[in-house]
């Protein structure tokens, strides 16, 4: 079954919550059905329409009992893959982002947000810790190798760096 001309490329690559992650697999190495199914944790029978249509598109192929992106199928996630990297960090705390004034944050380090990666949501109160660190926090911080920092308040600790 061909999909009906009136979608769109980005339709064909977007709507569809299953090809977006047949694509996103796909997007570092070819796969065997057996993997797509693992990895997506569906079954083969509910991949298989997906797979068509990508193939039917054009942006993917089946070589040697592996599907792999064409070379426009590689454009296409190299381009989508921040977009849903971005998505997926702004939906995990969807309500933590958009209640923020996010306008002080340089436009620059807001562009690159999808770039966070896993990360874990640490609120604390204020009048709880006027004067010393999260525990928790500082536990994460001499365990990274490297990290980035911006603080909107200035603590009386931190004076001397």
């Not at 001309?5 to 690559?13: F, H």
Request: charge should be negative.
């Amino acid at each position: 079954m061909t999909l009906p001309a009136s979608l769109s490329l980005s339709d064909i690559v977007c709507l569809s919550e299953k090809r977006r992650s047949i694509l996103l697999l796909l997007k570092d190495k070819s796969c065997k059905m057996e993997e797509l199914t693992e990895k997506t944790d569906m079954s083969a029978h509910s991949l298989a329409p997906q797979l068509k249509t990508l193939r039917d598109e054009k942006i993917i192929i089946f070589k040697d009992e592996r599907y792999e992106l064409t070379h426009i199928g590689q454009v296409l996630v190299k381009n989508m893959y921040p977009l849903f990297e971005t998505i997926a960090i702004l939906e995990k705390d969807r309500k933590y982002w958009f209640d923020r004034d996010l306008s002080v944050v340089p436009p620059d380090l807001l562009n690159r947000i999808g770039e966070i990666g896993s990360y874990k949501l640490l609120e604390y109160s204020i009048s709880d810790y006027m004067f010393d660190v999260p525990a928790e926090f500082l536990d994460n911080l001499k365990k990274s190798k490297h990290f980035l920092c911006l603080l909107s308040v200035y603590h009386p600790v931190y004076t001397d760096e």
